[in-house]
């Protein structure tokens, strides 16, 4: 349905021997909003970069519309980028920094050697339209220097759509905002992106950002693509445990794989719903810390001791050690420390995946704890517990 | 609070008062006096014939403000690009860049100065290495005259030659100091934008560095239209600039103090009105080197 517009073809980035982008595939959508989203450091500029032009990749190709453009300098793409900390040109008012790209004559696009030169009222009535997309009519004069940070934003965004590129791509554009005003420039990027018509491609560290603006979410990790989808998916169905980790809280086991539809962990067999893995394979299962309900110790799947309770206003963040490992629960009903609860997990409270490169390494919340200054004891539970909870399946 | 921290000035004060403001007075009391003859000795009189007597100095006024301009021009021509190319290279290149742009001035301004007397003398290594080679006889059979040599001392290009060669570093150093700080973010945006390099020139780089170039445009023009050495030596004489003419009131033949003092009081004038001009069109940031 969506038409593709641009896609990166096994590139890889090496710097000084270090790869930064490894054998990276990935197509983006016309009209699309989409996220990379991952820890800092993990090669979301330098894909953003070589889209826009200003790093040719060490191998692989770029296409755009279907056509090859590796070798296209960023003058000539139908690119416009929203800078890092917004790139605004110090020397020119908010006005000229507008129409900075409308001033330079454009090659005609037919192969023709003719420029297309804009005439100074079609300039000025381009920038004046754009300035009220972004909320910014009568600042026209105003020096970059007296602008807040969400204005300077708002510029380096009129700044580049006034071009009307097919795709614009924004380098962690709220990160240098305050809660506030961030959440507010969420609402409003994606009403831009709707009433433009254009594709986004965003970047962010903030996996919450990233849920909340993106028709699509591309999760990376040390410059490999680990999962892309709709917020929805990557929330319901995390391919691995650092996309599990990385997108909201969880809670991540090992398990092992009975049979379709029969999970194991802590040696007690649950019904799920996923299916399609060998009989007997070890997994990774994940459980939010929404999913898991509290009932009483003699209704409990499982059972547990409280270390710690912290409230949240709708809910209390509930730090539950169960056989030495320690879970977060996300309850309204309060358990104070030290209670013995028992829990219930529906089968669609469980997600299984295969073990990845990831597994063990994420998803414990033992820490937790430690940051609310809480004493982490391992003795509370005993081997008998363990094989009563066996015995009882 | 405000007191305690206003003591830090007071040397400055001081400084200023000694070295600035009492001097300027000293000149100022001298350009408006003349020594009459009276019975008992000279005496000093108020008078503004000082000024007024100036004309017979037009011509020295205007070599100088003309010499000047023409190497500020010329500094300006080669200090860009050379301060441009070099905030492009590497940091090794830069460095070794940067050291041999100083090295001659860790040579004494006088030796520096004589040894382009060496080399430019009629009998000098260039005319010297043009006969070698054969320039000299080839420019002969070309335009027909029988010369021995090309008088290249005691010449205005000789003067400014002089000057670029010593205050070149000066334009230079302000400028890559401009663009080197020059956040290259700047330039990709305009790329992105759709601006090629030579755009990217025009309307990014050139005037963010604007106040680079007042500042070396000030730091060559100021010390050129006053120099006197250079034009003694390389100009012979012949190429009297506004410094001999002021030297030369105080300690040559001419010794007359309170035409000296007048002169470099219109000087310093006209300097610093072409200065505060110069400032209007950078951001300000030139009038630090004024002072
Ligand atoms: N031009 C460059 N030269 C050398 N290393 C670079 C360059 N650009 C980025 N890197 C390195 O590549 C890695 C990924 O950087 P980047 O793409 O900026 O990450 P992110 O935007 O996800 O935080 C980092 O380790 C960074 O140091
Ligand atoms: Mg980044």
């Not at chain 1, 038409?3 to 016309?30: A, C, H, P, S």
């Not at chain 1, 699509?216 to 650092?242: R, S």
Request: proline fraction near 4%; include cysteine; charged fraction near 20%.
């Amino acid at each position: 349905m969506s038409k593709e517009l641009i896609r990166l073809k096994d590139v890889t980035q090496v710097f000084d021997g270090e790869t930064v982008l490894k054998n990276v595939n990935i197509y983006f959508n016309d009209k699309e909003f989409l996220t990379l989203l991952g820890p800092s450091g993990c090669g979301k500029t330098t894909m953003l970069r070589i889209i826009g032009g200003f790093q040719t990749p060490t191998s692989g190709d770029v296409y755009f519309n279907g056509e090859r453009i590796n070798d296209l300098p960023p003058y000539k793409r139908q690119v416009n980028t929203v800078f890092q900390k917004y790139a605004l040109f110090p020397h020119l008012n908010v006005y000229d920094n507008v129409a900075f790209g409308l001033r330079i004559p454009k090659d005609a696009g037919d192969g023709s050697k003719e420029k297309i030169k804009l005439s100074k009222e079609e300039i000025d009535q381009r920038v004046r339209e754009m300035l009220e997309v972004v909320s910014l009519k009568g600042f026209e004069h105003r020096s970059i220097a007296s602008l807040s940070g969400g204005q300077q934003q708002r510029v380096a965004i009129a700044r580049a759509l006034v071009n009307r590129p097919k795709v614009l791509l924004l380098d962690e554009p709220l990160g240098a905002l305050d809660m506030r005003l961030r959440k507010d420039m969420q609402q409003e990027l994606k009403r831009i992106q709707q009433q433009m018509g254009i594709t986004f491609i965003n970047v962010t560290h903030d996996q919450e950002e990233a849920l909340a603006m993106s028709d699509t979410v591309v999760v990376m990790n040390e410059g490999v693509i680990q999962q892309i989808g709709t917020p929805e998916d990557l929330y319901n169905e995390p391919k691995n445990a650092f996309v599990a980790d990385f997108i909201g809280e969880s809670n991540i086991v090992d398990g092992i794989m009975r049979e379709d539809k029969v999970v194991e962990i802590f040696n007690r067999r649950f019904a799920c719903l996923d299916s399609g893995f060998e009989k007997d394979e070890p997994v990774d299962v994940v459980i939010r810390p929404e999913d898991v309900d509290i009932v009483s110790e003699a209704e409990g799947q499982l059972r547990g001791v409280v270390t710690s309770v912290t409230f949240k206003g709708v809910h209390y963040d509930t730090i539950v050690d169960f056989y030495g490992f320690k879970w977060l629960i996300q309850t309204t009903d309060y358990c104070p420390v030290d209670s013995h609860i028992g829990i219930k997990i529906d089968p669609d409270g469980f997600h299984v995946m295969k073990k990845s490169k990831y597994s063990g390494m994420f998803g414990d919340y033992s820490s937790y704890s430690e940051e609310y200054d809480e004493i982490n004891d391992p003795t509370i539970i005993d081997e008998e517990e363990a094989e009563g909870a066996e015995d009882e399946d | 609070m405000r007191t305690k921290r206003g003591l830090f000035a007071v040397p400055y004060v001081i400084w200023l008062a000694l070295f600035v403001v009492i001097p300027i007075v000293i000149m100022l009391v001298y350009s408006l006096t003349v020594e009459v003859e009276t019975a008992t000795g000279t005496e000093l009189a108020g008078s503004v014939e000082n000024f007024t007597g100036m004309s017979l100095y037009m011509g020295v006024f205007g070599r100088s403000f003309w010499l000047a301009l023409v190497a500020t021009l010329i500094c300006l021509l080669i200090g860009y690009p050379v301060a441009y190319l070099m905030s492009r290279e590497g940091p090794g290149f830069q460095r070794v860049a940067m050291a041999l742009i100083m090295l001659p001035m860790w040579m004494n301004f006088l030796l520096r100065t004589y040894s382009w007397m060496a080399i430019l003398e009629n009998n000098g290594l260039l005319n010297q290495l043009f006969q070698k080679i054969g320039v000299i006889a080839l420019y002969n059979r070309l335009t027909g005259s029988d010369v021995e040599y090309f008088q290249m001392i005691r010449t205005p290009g000789a003067v400014v030659l002089g000057m670029v060669y010593n205050y070149l570093p000066f334009m230079i150093l302000p400028i890559y100091t401009v663009l080197t700080k020059l956040d290259h973010r700047l330039i990709e945006a305009a790329q992105d934008l759709g601006a090629n390099s030579s755009t990217v020139f025009r309307r990014v780089i050139l005037p963010l560095s604007v106040s680079g170039i007042v500042s070396g445009v000030t730091m060559v023009f100021v010390p050129s239209v006053s120099t006197f050495a250079i034009s003694r030596l390389l100009g012979g004489g012949t190429q009297m600039m506004l410094g001999d003419l002021i030297e030369n009131q105080f300690l040559g033949g001419a010794y007359n103090p309170h035409l000296g003092a007048a002169i470099a009081m219109v000087m310093m004038v006209i300097v610093v009105i072409c200065m505060l001009v110069m400032n209007h069109f950078g951001d300000g940031e030139g009038e630090a080197v004024m002072l």
